[in-house]
Structure formats: structure tokens, C-alpha cells
């Protein structure tokens, strides 16, 4: 029998300043993100938020997610992982000089990991990918600005925040909630292998990122974790051998986890406050 899915047109109270939405999408206050997709078989699905206007809707109804995703990007023989730009194992990180990242690496190695959500499904991970690429760019920019303050990840914070300025430390955090979402999901279905992806995703986003959304976007994030492929299909995409696919993960995993884990303790200190 079809699922039904359907929230309806909610009204905001005046009260609701819709510039507290729009930072977790990487969106301007005013403006609209739509996007529209086949998704699911038999389906129409769409995701339509507007701004400032008072309507926010989601509707879709469906049997089955569909195995239609994107088309495989790995090299013959062998996985997604050898097709990335970056890693993160590729990441430079100064354990003597308190564990500083740099800069440059990093966020070369956080676009890369943007390859695998086209794997995972655009519609699915639409917005997470818009907001990793989005705050990329906003550190990015002050680098380009202040690149002898900006070599490290760490300094390039504590420098910006001396100027009375928070543009790319906000930024810096919303990335690490969006890598930390990410490592999360990936690493609890590469350890459990009969959870399916989308269990793996809606854990992950509780822990992270959901915490810090409101109550108007989080049904973007929760219906996004329902649009995710099916687990076998997602990993069919990855690689044509599936203990390649997986020793290359988890490899990937060890690394992305460690700098992610470097990051977060920093960028919730005190030192990385505005």
C-alpha cells in the first residue's frame, strides 16, 4: 500500500524572523529555495520554502524509494574514494602546534566529500550540500582576505573573531555540524551492515544538526533523510568490488573522523566564541 506524506501549509506568527532559517540552509532572508525532483517511483514529490512569505510546504507520496541515482564516478576497478579530489587523510595536522589544521586542505577535502552525496541522491542531500559548499566559501573568502592570519583552521578563527567580525567562525561552525552529520551517517552504516541508509542518515541528523535547526526547517531534514536510496543501491554506485568499497570507507572514515573530532572540540570552545 502507497505511503502518504503530506504537511500542509503552516502559517508563522508574526514573531518568526525568517533570517533564523535561512543561515541553516545557506540562504539569503529573503528569497526561495524549490526544488523538484522524481524521486520515488509513482511519485510527485516537491520541496517548496518560501521567504518571507508564510508558507512552507512538503508533499509527497510514494511506494519505494527509487534506485534511479546518480551514475557511478569511480575508476574502473575501483571506488568512489580514489576519484576525490581530497581526502582527509590529506589533511595536514600540526599535533605540536595543539593539533592545528590547515586551512586550505581542509576545505578542499570537505568540497571533495560533497562527490559522495551526487552518489547518495541530489534531492536527498540537496541542502546539506548546499550548506557544506555555501560556508566553504565563506571561509574561503576570509583566507583570501587574510591568508598569513588564515593558515590553520584554528587561527584562522581567533584571528577573525580579533577584528569584531564572525562571518567565516560561523561559518566554520555550521561546517563542522555538516561534516560531523555526514561522518556520522556514513560511519554507522559502514559498521552495521544490514541498516539501511536512511535509518543510518535520521540517527545521525538527531545528533547533529537537527538540535540547532528550528522548528521550520527541520521537516526539510527529516523528509530528506526518507528520500535517501536504498542501501544496496547506494553502495552499488561506490565500487564495482564490495570489500574494496568497504576497506576504502572505513579508511576514509578514520581520517575524516579525526580531523571532524579535532575541529568540533575547537570550534566549541571558548576560544571560538563571538
Same mark, same amino acid.
Given at each position: 500500500?502507497?505511503?502518504?506524506?503530506?504537511?500542509?501549509?503552516?502559517?508563522? &506568527?508574526? +514573531?518568526?524572523?525568517?533570517?533564523?532559517?535561512?543561515?541553516?540552509?545557506?540562504?539569503?532572508? /529573503?528569497?526561495?529555495?524549490?526544488?523538484?525532483?522524481?524521486?520515488?517511483?509513482?511519485?510527485?514529490?516537491?520541496?517548496?520554502?518560501?521567504?518571507?512569505?508564510?508558507?512552507?510546504?512538503?508533499?509527497?507520496?510514494?511506494?519505494?524509494?527509487?534506485? %534511479? @541515482?546518480?551514475?557511478?564516478?569511480?575508476?574502473?576497478?575501483?571506488? @568512489?574514494?580514489?576519484?576525490?579530489?581530497?581526502?582527509?587523510?590529506?589533511?595536514?595536522?600540526?599535533?605540536?602546534?595543539?593539533?592545528?589544521?590547515?586551512?586550505?586542505?581542509?576545505?578542499?577535502? &570537505?568540497?571533495? =566529500?560533497?562527490? %559522495?552525496?551526487?552518489?547518495? #541522491? #541530489?534531492?536527498?542531500?540537496?541542502?546539506?550540500?548546499?550548506? @557544506?559548499?555555501?560556508?566553504? +566559501?565563506?571561509?574561503?573568502?576570509?583566507?583570501?582576505?587574510?591568508?598569513?592570519? &588564515?593558515?590553520?583552521?584554528?587561527?584562522?578563527?581567533?584571528? +577573525? =573573531? /580579533?577584528? #569584531?567580525?564572525?562571518?567565516?567562525?560561523?561559518?566554520?561552525?555550521?561546517? %563542522?555540524?555538516?561534516?560531523?552529520?555526514?561522518?556520522? #551517517?556514513?560511519?554507522?552504516?559502514?559498521?552495521?551492515?544490514?541498516?539501511?541508509?536512511?535509518?543510518?542518515?535520521?540517527?545521525?541528523?538527531?545528533?547533529?544538526?537537527?538540535?540547532?535547526?528550528?522548528? *521550520?526547517?527541520?521537516?526539510?531534514?527529516?523528509?530528506? *533523510?526518507?528520500?535517501?536510496?536504498?542501501?544496496?543501491?547506494?553502495?552499488?554506485?561506490?565500487?564495482?568490488?564490495? +570489500?574494496?568499497?568497504?576497506?576504502? =570507507?572505513?579508511?576514509?572514515?578514520?581520517?575524516?573522523? /579525526?580531523?571532524?573530532?579535532?575541529?568540533?572540540?575547537? %570550534?566549541?570552545?571558548?576560544?571560538?566564541?563571538?
Amino acid at each position: 500500500m502507497p505511503l502518504l506524506h503530506r504537511l500542509e501549509p503552516l502559517t508563522r &506568527s508574526p +514573531e518568526l524572523d525568517p533570517s533564523c532559517i535561512a543561515p541553516c540552509l545557506n540562504l539569503p532572508a /529573503k528569497g526561495q529555495l524549490s526544488l523538484t525532483a522524481s524521486t520515488f517511483n509513482d511519485t510527485s514529490s516537491f520541496l517548496t520554502f518560501l521567504l518571507p512569505s508564510n508558507t512552507f510546504s512538503f508533499s509527497s507520496s510514494f511506494t519505494s524509494p527509487s534506485p %534511479i @541515482i546518480m551514475s557511478a564516478v569511480y575508476p574502473p576497478g575501483g571506488t @568512489i574514494v580514489q576519484s576525490l579530489k581530497r581526502t582527509f587523510a590529506d589533511v595536514p595536522v600540526d599535533e605540536a602546534n595543539g593539533n592545528a589544521v590547515s586551512t586550505v586542505e581542509f576545505l578542499e577535502a &570537505s568540497e571533495s =566529500l560533497t562527490t %559522495i552525496f551526487d552518489a547518495i #541522491g #541530489g534531492v536527498a542531500f540537496g541542502p546539506v550540500k548546499k550548506d @557544506i559548499l555555501g560556508n566553504v +566559501e565563506k571561509l574561503r573568502a576570509r583566507h583570501a582576505a587574510a591568508p598569513a592570519e &588564515s593558515a590553520t583552521v584554528q587561527d584562522l578563527v581567533r584571528n +577573525e =573573531l /580579533k577584528t #569584531g567580525k564572525h562571518t567565516a567562525t560561523e561559518g566554520c561552525l555550521w561546517l %563542522i555540524r555538516g561534516l560531523d552529520f555526514t561522518k556520522q #551517517g556514513l560511519e554507522h552504516n559502514v559498521q552495521n551492515p544490514s541498516v539501511e541508509l536512511s535509518d543510518s542518515f535520521r540517527d545521525a541528523y538527531g545528533n547533529t544538526l537537527k538540535p540547532h535547526h528550528s522548528f *521550520m526547517v527541520k521537516p526539510i531534514f527529516s523528509a530528506a *533523510m526518507s528520500a535517501v536510496p536504498y542501501r544496496k543501491d547506494f553502495y552499488a554506485k561506490l565500487g564495482d568490488n564490495p +570489500e574494496k568499497v568497504q576497506a576504502d =570507507l572505513e579508511a576514509y572514515l578514520a581520517s575524516f573522523s /579525526k580531523v571532524v573530532a579535532i575541529l568540533k572540540e575547537f %570550534i566549541n570552545s571558548k576560544e571560538a566564541k563571538w
